[in-house]
Nanobody, 129 residues
């Protein structure tokens, strides 16, 4: 079974930056998966989609992070990244990476529904004011 592992979380002050990484136990996960995403969740709230990248290069961001976060992947390193700049206290959450082999046509829908087959265990990001 594919296992995803996030890293790079931590505590920063508002305006700071962090880069999250997501690696996979299975080789070529991020080159073979058509749909890759980052989500975040705070206690008592639904998991929220942050960014998605499709195999055809299409990228989409949730409105609150547009212009501040960048999703990317390095297939040679089998790693997915989320660069987070100008962090705000509202960005405080547990961040999860996710991957799925769903066809790119259905990726946007999967992203909205958080319907991915593979998930990481999460990494905590805390932003103080």
């Amino acid at each position: 079974r594919v296992q995803l592992v996030e890293s790079g979380g931590g505590s920063v002050q508002a305006g700071g930056s962090l880069r999250l990484s997501c690696t996979s136990s299975a080789p070529s996960t991020f080159s073979q998966s058509n749909c890759l995403g980052w989500y975040r969740q705070t206690p008592g709230k639904m998991r929220e989609g942050v960014a998605v990248i499709e195999s055809d290069g299409y990228i989409n961001y949730a409105y609150p992070v547009q212009g501040r976060f960048t999703i990317s992947k390095d297939t040679a390193k089998n790693t997915l990244y989320l660069q987070m700049d100008d962090l705000k206290p509202d960005d405080t959450a547990t961040y999860y990476c996710a991957a799925d082999h769903v066809l790119p046509t259905y990726c946007s829908g999967a992203f909205l529904l958080a319907d991915f087959g593979y998930w990481g265990q999460g990494t905590q990001v805390t932003v103080s004011s």
